[in-house]
């Protein structure tokens, strides 16, 4: 993974190709220069990574012609650039030509046919082509059944095929896939897994949008106790765990899917009338969003709003109060005294002192 590292090395020996004039379309320079593009992918260097491409694709339609496996990997290289980029028609262009080279060299049924079809399936997507991508995904699939049996490409394959149901509104179906993907991940990854992470995630997302919540909060909490183990078998509690990721990339997207977890499990909780719980999941997200972002963030401004109302839901309005003016206070920081955030927790407030007796009117106005 130390990429930039091996990007120097891979440069000292482009450079002692030129230094004994070896031919740039010799095989030698040809596949150096080609894995050279492949490094600078992975370094986020998209523009150099782009121009390797470019040349590399004159070379190899010069040696090999324009129906040649290594060819459709540099189709297949400046794809991924253009689609990194955000310029998606150009994406699919390549990968068009990809795909149709690898059809051509390795027949219909192949590993590289599906892994250009899945490509197709993300750039569609991106594009907004939902149809087109169910129908990249469906011929995938169809050769994954002979090619891959049940392996994780497969697990992947089909939680790629839940997603773009979800985007032509066939929920059923999308679940159908989604557990699919997850029986098939049990096997072929660890518990803590990325992939599995997030097929719990989606099936989540799905059973809540369904409005079937109990279902949804079954999932979520085998998400959270897997989400949870990991926090926890190796760190005392969160602070310290919170201790090792500054700077550390794949710890704080973890953090934030944990936070995401709890406030989620809270909003179902929520839904189900259980406003206790409720509070005590937006709590757990309230003290890692603190961690994260600081104690004066909108987030945690929001978050504080949200337990205000499930207090006041709940006829606490103590709770409810001391919720509603910590989520005050930060608003006011953020927006100043004339915002609209402001002026609907103000509101709020006002209703919480309505029914708390003991206040007279004067100090609702006065605070307002």
């Known amino acids: 993974g130390e990429y ?72 297949s290289n400046m794809s991924y650039v253009y689609s990194r980029q ?8 390549c990968c068009k030509k990809s795909l149709k080279i690898n059809e051509k060299v390795f027949g219909s049924c192949h590993a590289a046919v599906v892994l250009s079809c899945s490509n197709m399936i993300e750039i ?12 990249y995904f469906e011929k995938a699939l169809e050769i994954s059944k002979m090619v891959f049996v049940e392996d994780a490409q497969m697990a992947v394959l089909y939680l790629n095929g839940g997603t773009i149901c979800v985007r032509l509104g066939d929920l059923q179906q999308s679940l159908g896939y989604y557990e699919k993907a997850l029986e098939i991940a049990k096997k072929a990854y660890p518990k803590e897994h990325n992939v599995i992470l997030t097929i719990y995630e989606s099936i989540c ?6 409005e079937e919540y109990d279902k949804a909060l079954e999932y979520y909490k085998i998400l959270l106790e897997i989400e949870e183990s990991i926090v926890y078998e190796e760190h005392k509690s969160l602070s310290d765990f919170f201790a090792q990721i500054e700077d550390n990339e794949l710890l704080t997207t973890f953090a934030k899917r944990l936070e995401k977890s709890y406030s989620c499990v809270g909003s179902i909780c929520r839904k189900l009338g259980e406003g206790h719980d409720a509070v005590e999941y937006y709590k757990k997200a309230l003290e890692i969003r603190k961690l994260l972002w600081g104690d004066e963030h909108e987030k945690v401004a929001g978050l504080c ?64």
């Open 4 to 75: 930039d590292k091996a990007v120097e090395i891979m440069k000292k020996c482009l450079s002692v190709l030129e230094d004994y004039e070896v031919a740039d379309d010799s095989r030698a320079a040809v596949l150096l220069s080609n894995a050279m593009s492949t490094l600078l992918l992975a370094t986020g260097d998209f523009q150099e990574a782009l121009d390797f491409c470019e040349d590399n694709l004159e070379v190899m339609k010069k040696n090999f012609g324009e129906y040649h496996n290594m060819t459709a990997t540099v189709y």
């Open 205 to 210: 997302f799905l059973y809540d949008k369904l």
């Open 86 to 93: 955000g310029e998606y028609q150009q994406a699919l262009d």
């Open 305 to 368: 709003g949200d337990i205000g109302d499930v207090f006041l839901e709940l006829e606490e309005y103590h709770d409810a109060l001391e919720y509603y003016k910590k989520a005050l206070e930060i608003r006011k920081v953020l927006c100043g005294e004339e915002n609209e955030e402001v002026a609907g927790l103000c509101g709020d407030i006002g209703i919480v002192f309505l029914k708390l007796e003991e206040y007279h009117d004067q100090v609702l106005y006065s605070y307002c």
């Open 124 to 135: 569609c997507s991106n594009l907004g082509e939902y149809q087109q991508a169910l129908e």
